[in-house]
């Protein structure tokens, strides 16, 4: 850690660790910002972009698929030239990307913008690897449990702030609004935040990005369009088996090639493969909160279960659980470095799923559900505090980026796929309301338990995590995890 800490040439004073932190920090809050400020405008956008119901929702569609795509190449960039910079790069495509929807009135520009705002979605992985970089050893298990929560606090906190957007100004001014805070954010990062001088060098492996980005959104673009298409569909059928074939095909590439975009050994080691595999878990419980609570408390009264919410009620019903996920970053931090931070993923999980079951029980006022969303929250604050400890614990200094771009990707995938589920549940457990064939309350009911299970199965794969003594995370991997490495090199 003596390189990563040494300032980059030509940099004054060492960085200030309390600065540096904030400063990472609201850049991750001001991206996952961006992702929530378009959601009070989604059934208003076939007639304000003149275009259908299913054109207009590539304008979500699309970021997903960008974020999907550049988050582990902008890990690897990071790698190989430089953290700060990439992240620098990830904040100029968020303001143009801001700023080309804000000046949209039709489809094209509204999707090239919103897939130019997912193109930032590297910040926080980016962020996560440069606080291991940048600071004492004391500071980073807190440091990254702040940074990695702030996913969860600008997704809480942006709901209320859009619907006040939307409610008092043109809906252009979501998108200045993300144009503006992503250029506050860039301008801190560039006076505040030093480069770090850890670099892995080489050739960027171009074929693997584009094997990887071709796999990726085939898959995706099945999961999250496979309710409109039909699951059975050829076209969503095909999408799945063509996602099989190349991301097949892109793994061998990866381990013939000799400086590969995604280094599957190291991904294939025990303790970064299942904290892996719990992050898809984990992202699906975390999603099915947003997407149950705010519809329940939006719809009529006389449906017998709804509550009549407005969208900004229904925001600050939300906030809370954000703030939770804020406040017990620190906490998480202290159990990884008692307890270490597997047994931190297993207790937020079990904390995930203490809060769905509650939300099963209670839904009858609007303190049920701030009361559901603050113990869930606290749940994520937790899971997403300690993965970032367990894939640096795992990973070598200069394969940060990538790795915690990875672990993110892995919990997007997870975010997706319940989008997906819940779709489906709450498609075919309907109930009539007047003319209108609205989601029932057993449907909701449906998705919380799913969400209650997702969380059961991320406690249950992270057990599978090889146990370790309580340390610092962004440590050298545990003897035992080399000793694993050398053997199977031998063999």
């Not at 991750?28 to 378009?38: D, E, Y």
């Not at 013939?256 to 299942?274: I, K, N, S």
């Not at 149950?292 to 939006?298: E, G, N, S």
Request: glycine share 10%.
């Amino acid at each position: 850690m003596s390189d990563a800490l040494a300032p980059p040439a030509g940099a004054g004073a060492p960085p200030r660790p309390n600065v540096v932190v904030a400063v990472l920090a609201l850049g991750g809050i001001v991206v996952s910002l961006m992702q929530t400020l378009v959601i009070p405008i989604v059934p208003e956008l076939p007639k304000l972009l003149h275009a259908s119901a299913s054109d207009a929702a590539w304008a979500v569609t699309a970021t997903l698929l960008a974020a999907a795509v550049a988050t582990p190449v902008m890990g690897r960039l990071g790698d190989m030239y430089g953290k700060r910079r990439m992240l620098l790069l990830s904040l100029a495509m968020l303001v143009a990307g801001s700023a080309t929807a804000a000046l949209s009135d039709s489809l094209v520009p509204m999707v090239v913008g919103r897939a130019m705002q997912g193109l930032a979605s590297g910040v926080i992985p980016l962020g996560i690897s440069i606080m291991r970089d940048e600071l004492p050893a004391e500071r980073l298990g807190s440091a990254t449990a702040m940074m990695s929560a702030s996913l969860g606090v600008g997704g809480a906190l942006g709901l209320p702030a859009a619907a006040v957007i939307a409610e008092n100004f043109d809906w252009h001014m979501l998108f200045w609004t993300s144009a503006a805070l992503g250029v506050l954010a860039a301008v801190l990062v560039l006076f505040l935040v030093p480069e770090s001088r850890v670099r892995t060098g080489g050739r960027f492996d171009a074929v693997g990005a584009a094997g990887m980005a071709v796999g990726l959104v085939c898959l995706l673009l099945a999961v999250s369009k496979g309710a409109d298409w039909g699951w059975g569909s050829g076209t969503t059928l095909g999408l799945f088996a063509a996602a099989v074939v190349v991301l097949l095909a892109w793994g061998a590439f990866e381990l013939r090639v000799q400086a590969p975009l995604v280094d599957l050994r190291t991904t294939a080691r025990r303790q970064v493969l299942v904290t892996n595999l719990a992050s898809v878990a984990i992202g699906f419980a975390m999603f099915s909160m947003s997407l149950v609570i705010p519809q329940l408390l939006q719809l009529p009264k006389q449906t017998g279960y709804g509550l009549g919410q407005s969208l900004l009620a229904s925001g600050l019903v939300m906030a809370p659980s954000g703030l939770v996920m804020m406040a017990v970053a620190p906490v998480s931090a202290a159990v990884s470095r008692a307890r270490g931070p597997k047994t931190t993923l297993m207790i937020g999980a079990l904390i995930v799923a203490a809060g769905y079951g509650l939300n099963i029980a209670l839904m009858d006022q609007v303190w049920h559900f701030v009361l559901a969303s603050c113990v869930i929250g606290a749940g994520i604050g937790f899971t997403y505090g300690s993965m970032p400890a367990l894939i640096m614990g795992a990973v070598p200094a200069s394969e940060t980026g990538a790795a915690n771009s990875l672990n993110t990707l892995m919990r997007s995938i997870g975010t997706s796929t319940a989008s997906a589920v819940a779709g489906v549940v709450l498609a075919h457990m309907t109930t009539k309301f007047g003319p209108y064939a609205l989601p029932s309350e057993n449907g909701f009911r449906t998705v919380l338990a799913v969400g209650a299970g997702a969380a059961l199965l991320g406690f249950a794969v992270a057990s599978f995590i090889p146990r370790q003594r309580a340390e610092v995370p962004g440590e050298p991997v545990a003897a035992a995890e080399e000793e694993t490495e050398v053997s199977a090199s031998k063999a």
